[in-house]
């Protein structure tokens, strides 16, 4: 057992460290480190500044533009890239589709999808949810109609982020309405710019928009455009959920959280004292710094074994990641609206181009917002309370 | 960076854990418990064999050689099988003290004694007012030309009642609660003006209550005039070797209670079906794991020479041990029932050695308190 870095893993890190702080423009990192908004040309611009180096799809496999990392490697690479404040490379592009396409796609598919989805040149949203389907997903109903050459499309998808950017959108639709719910799923990829399709924003309890519903109105999608086959997207949907397990936990992320947490509890006071001295405050911050800290540990020996375990098999550990994760991310940002004291108050978003200066100091607006907005975390991507179902069944066989 | 054990830790584990799923059953221990010392000298001779009580003293003396890793696959094994015997008090705190303050005239003498079983040591540090504060000291060292004569009381020294020699702290100068004037000295359990009352613990293990009245110590046994950094680190591998031991107990009361879950029925079906039960006991799991993350952690930082670094490091262990430890604990006895309460069924004796662990040198929010005062964890990364 030897927990310390070797000397070539120290070199990567200090790179990575090097390559992040000085290569993503700056104020693009410090919206990050804000919990502020990112624009669409932030998030591409980011992402293509990895991907010249090949370093915003290294998960996927080598030869369709991944990197033959190290399960060590790809840990600190995620765990630089977050303490750095880089946006997260899009989520749906590069842990969703991309590794989806490049496993069951294809070569047309391939060589057409692959580059532009690591450039962000395609920016992908995603079609699974609806509105009578959130944790029983198989029980979606959005149909495709083979008819020739075309699949016609008529349904409707709920909580998808970002549609508002979206120039494509993968999605489950029902192909076979007569087989059992998980067989007569297909994967089908839409170009959001075909007729029929609308988008209509929802604006979530922190007034941001992020979410949107997708209506599908007979619209016709080339046949060519359903990745493997036919009533098998079940099991790319699984494939695709089951892709990132160490990165959810966003072990970095909230090691940069914390830390600014910090910096920013020692220029607020709590009566002659800066609020990081005192105890109950302090004591309360320790406690999710532990939770982070046996977190990280936990993703670390998650990590390990990745080395060594058969394809498929879980370290049991792993399945915690997400639900720990997301509960500390939470926390933090409590602690969060905490600091900033009574400038939680001010709403300050969507002033529609009004110039007036901030109400209190710049990083206590988006302090109450995201407290709001973070809620979703323990919801999304399988509800913690369905990650408990999981574990229960796959890990300790109850 | 890898977590995979070295062929030498991988044989150890195995002996380890061959000689607890042998010889360590429920009903087994119960029999040590009932020995006269309140353990099984068969067992700690069996102990001695296997080079167990001479983990992590230099080969050159006799020993293992092993490090904190050595003494975490040892603990946690130990901790699944509650194990009795005074191997805490005698190798990892008496053990430590020897190894890190003793002169090498001590060392040379004591080190094979204990190696072979046939020297138990125990550290007294407690005092009525003290708590878990090492330099809350009252018992008095008089100098007397070239001895030292201690005269006051110390209190739950673990394993005190079977030790041949004891460590103890006593105030050579300075006032109740400073820093420095800290003495180590090692006292026969048969030494003049020494008296000691043993007793059974929460958990069925022992230990001792000591009066010192005009107790002489000369020469060696003197360990160390300024004594509190030693203590200190010695504390420190212990609470890492603890965290270990508990996350053997942990894991203990999770299996059986998720054993229990799958095979007690009630409603005509097995209670594990219940999704209220499932979902409990996922969050054992996850507070088991959590702790055996920071076992690990607190023996990387066990050995950790910068105090500040290792007491930060130790403290962040101690908490998420001893929240996962009772969060553990108590949902085993809930979720076994009536039948988690009885003497009679093991998962109580998990519990109560829990409990105990949870204390012993600070609860949680003890150390929770000194880690945030310390400023916690976690700080910026130094610029590329």
Partial sequence: MDLSFTDEELAFRAEARRFFTTEIPASIRAKVAEGEGLTKDDMVTSQRILNDRGWATVNWPVACGGQDWSPVQVYLYQDELQLAHVPQPIGFNVSMVGPVIAQFGNQAQKDYFLPKTASAEIFWCQGFSEPGSGSDLASLRTRAERKGDTYVVNGQKIWTTLAQYGDWIFCLVRTDPTAKAQEGISFLLIDMKTPGITVRPIITIDGGREVNEVFFDNVVVPAENLVGQENKGWDYAKFLLGNERTGIARVGMSKAKVIRIKELAALEFAGERPLIEDPRFREKLAAVEIELKALEMTQLRVVADERKMAKGRQNPASSILKLKGSVIQQQLTELLMEVVGPYVMPYQRDFDGNNEPTVGPDYATEAAPMYFNYRKVSIYGGSNEIQHNIIAKAILGL | MDFDLTEDQRLLKESVDRLIAEQYGFAQRKKYAAEAPGWSTTMWD?????????????????????????????????????????????????????????????????????????????????????????????????????????????????????????????????????????????????????????????????????????????????????????????????????????????????????????????????????????????????????????????????????PIERKRGIAAAKVQIGRSGKHCGQEAIQLHGGIGMTQEYSVGHSFKRMTMIEQLYGSADDHLAVLAKMGGLFTRPKAA
């Fill in chain 2, 46 to 306: 069996l102990f001695a064999e296997m080079g167990l009580l001479g983990l992590p003293f230099e080969e050159t003396l006799g020993g293992f050689g092993g490090g904190p890793v050595e003494t975490m696959i040892v603990m946690e094994t130990f901790g699944r099988g509650l194990v009795l015997e005074p191997y805490f008090a005698t190798v990892i705190l008496g053990g430590g003290l020897l190894r890190r303050g003793g002169s090498d005239s001590l060392k040379g003498a004591l080190i094979p004694k204990v190696t072979a079983g046939k020297l138990k040591l125990a550290f007294a540090h407690v005092e009525r007012q003290s708590r878990y504060n090492l330099n809350d000291v009252t018992t008095t060292a008089r100098k007397d030309g070239s001895a030292y004569v201690l005269d006051g009381a110390k209190s739950v020294v673990l394993h005190g009642d079977c030790a041949d020699k004891i460590f103890v702290t006593a105030r050579i100068a300075g006032g109740r609660r400073d820093q420095d004037g800290i003495g180590l000295f090692l006292v026969d359990a048969n030494a003049p003006g020494l008296s000691r009352r043993g007793y059974p613990t929460q958990d069925g293990l022992r230990a001792a209550e000591l009066t010192l009245t005009g107790v002489r110590v000369n020469g060696d046994h003197i360990v160390s005039e300024h004594a509190l950094p030693l203590i200190e680190h010695v504390i420190d591998e212990a609470i890492a070797a603890l965290c270990a031991e508990a996350v053997g107990t942990m894991q203990v009361m999770h299996d059986t209670t998720l054993e229990y879950l799958k095979t007690r029925k009630q409603f005509g079906r097995a209670i594990g079906s219940f999704q209220v039960l499932q979902h409990r006991s996922v969050d054992m799991l996850v507070a088991l794991e959590q702790a055996r993350s920071m076992a690990v952690f607190a023996a990387i930082m066990a050995s950790e020479d910068d």
